[in-house]
């Protein structure tokens, strides 16, 4: 067994394995199923083979061959006679023979089975890249009662892959869950925080399947916040099992377009959180508020809920992850050098985009194009990312001030500083990263094509006044 683990430390010595890594390889060289690692450790099943689908897929990058839970045995008792004996001569022909598609997954990899990326990746399926510090982080903070987990990043970055995966821990924890998306409220609900509390609770109450009894908690004279509150303290919290619950709330950023609404809900939030820290009944709540931006409305220090509990941050993918990823699409690049220095290329182009990768890789495997030509081609319109450009231009075309901060960011390699509630805009669309206030191309994609198709404009505006 420590033979095992140094030469599984070597082979990986590039991204040293943590606790639940350690823990998953070690009862898989014992035999024993997800199911029952799950059950031993407490994390959920599903977490359990994301972790593991994670483990073998690095394995067989590193040793260039696949590596899966049932052949482990095998595979590493193969190097360490490669080690012992030095026998690489022997050994890698054998290697070589296979093909960089059945190193992850038989029968997987056909272009009619791969769908396009669209929304979140599937629960089990083996196109999400799994980033076990971060599931860790959520998965064990949701345990905690009274918790507050906050999951930012900008659009179609795996903000909801991510939810969802936490959401299926929870349940297979028998906890209860509440999932809202504000992208669901008509306009007409954020007239007025009171109109906006009461959809709320409404909300809530019909998943719980209860009976929406709003009239008989709310008081006027007393607020819709306080109003709000008891509706959840003495109805909706008293009248569900014991079960913790999980109220996820998604594309929370829609709120912030209101400062009538976000002045008040948001400090409400933290005040439930705070609530749980000497109250039984509010520590059944867990909540996990998901947004594409910072917040632009002032709120005092101490009414913010995002200075307190756990805040996620989704990165963009690393190289190995664009290489993993490549990997269990199937594609031949992802084994060798000369194909990883295409993909330090694309990671380049789009900046490790999570959407962007994947939709390079979905075209890729239609045999459409090669990496050379889809790289060449990617800022123009007919390029795979044609539509994608255009609908953010579209965006920005709607929004003059958007569109004259995109112009500033984009006519300088430096940062710029933007007006703060533009800057938070262009980030919550993923075309720029903020550092503060200072704005910059968020990856050459974007540069190249907004350089393109606003230096168009400027001068088709520059004509029409020459013609005036």
Partial sequence: MDKLLQS???????????????????????GKTYGEMAEASGYGNNYIKEVGSELW????????????????????????????GNQENQIQPKFGAESSLEMVSPDFFSASKIEFPSGPVALGSPLYINRPSLEELVCN????????????????MGKSSL???????????????VYLDFQEADQDVFASLDKFLRW????????????????DFWDIEMGSKVSCKIYFEAYLLQYVNDNPIVLALNEVHRV???????????????????????????????M????????YIPLKLNQSPFNVGLTITLPPFTLKQVQNLALRYGLDCAGNSEGVKCLASLQAMVGGHPYLVSLAFYHLCQGEMTLEVLLETASTPIGIYGQHLRELLTLLQREPELMSAMQQVIATDEKVELEVIAAYKLESMGLVQLNGNQASAMCELYRLYFSQQLGKQNDANASRKFLS
């Fill in 200 to 215: 709320f609770c409404i909300n809530v109450s019909r998943q719980f399947n209860l009976f929406p009894c709003l009239d």
């Fill in 141 to 156: 903070e949701i345990l905690h009662p009274g918790c507050l987990i906050r999951i930012k990043a900008p659009r179609k």
């Fill in 8 to 30: 599984v430390k070597k082979i990986l010595q590039d991204k040293p394995l943590g606790s639940i890594q350690w823990f998953v390889l070690y009862q898989s060289w014992l």
């Fill in 163 to 177: 939810l969802n995966r936490m959401i299926a821990y929870a349940r297979e924890r028998d906890y209860q869950i």
């Fill in 256 to 286: 912030f377009e209101h400062p009538n609404i976000a002045q008040d809900f948001l400090p409400m939030l933290r005040f439930w959180h705070e609530q749980a820290k000497q109250d039984e009944t509010w520590q059944k709540l867990r």
């Fill in 57 to 84: 897929q690095d394995l067989s990058i590193a040793l260039g061959k696949r590596v899966t839970k049932k052949n482990l045995h095998l595979a590493l008792n193969n190097h360490l006679q490669d080690e012992i």
């Fill in 288 to 295: 996990v508020v998901v947004h594409t931006t910072e917040i």
